[in-house]
Nanobody
Framework: QVQLVESGGGLVQAGDSLKLSCAAS????????MGWFRQAPGKEREFVAA???????THYEASVKGRFTLSRDNATRCTLQMNSLKPEDTAVYYC????????????????WGQGTQVTVSS
């Protein structure tokens, strides 16, 4: 059974940084893309960032580009470095994984973590 576990969320002030990590387990992943999505209260889940299997290709949502950096630690782990956080970044952040190419649509992902809360106070 595949499991994704996120860690690193918390409560910070505007302008601070946080690092989210995601670790997958339960099977061997050969060429898997990993992505981060977020969902704020009363809003739909939205794409944040995604990375291909070897970390060579990344894609970011416009509002986080230049502030967030997604990196690939290995076949089963990735890290989302979030800098210059804003109150509008407040949401539950979800890690997702899929076999194949990078994807920005949440429906393209096969496996999901439980989510980690990020709260940014003004």
């Amino acid at each position: 059974q595949v499991q994704l576990v996120e860690s690193g969320g918390g409560l910070v002030q505007a302008g601070d940084s946080l690092k989210l990590s995601c670790a997958a387990s339960g099977r061997t992943f050969v060429r898997s893309a990993m992505g981060w999505f977020r969902q704020a209260p009363g809003k739909e889940r939205e794409f944040v960032a995604a990375i291909n299997y070897n970390g060579g290709i990344t894609h970011y949502e416009a509002s986080v580009k230049g502030r967030f950096t997604l990196s690939r630690d290995n076949a089963t782990r990735c890290t989302l470095q979030m800098n210059s956080l804003k109150p509008e970044d407040t949401a539950v952040y979800y890690c997702a994984l899929r076999e194949g190419i990078l994807e920005v649509d949440s429906t393209g992902y096969d496996y999901w973590g439980q989510g980690t809360q990020v709260t940014v106070s003004s």
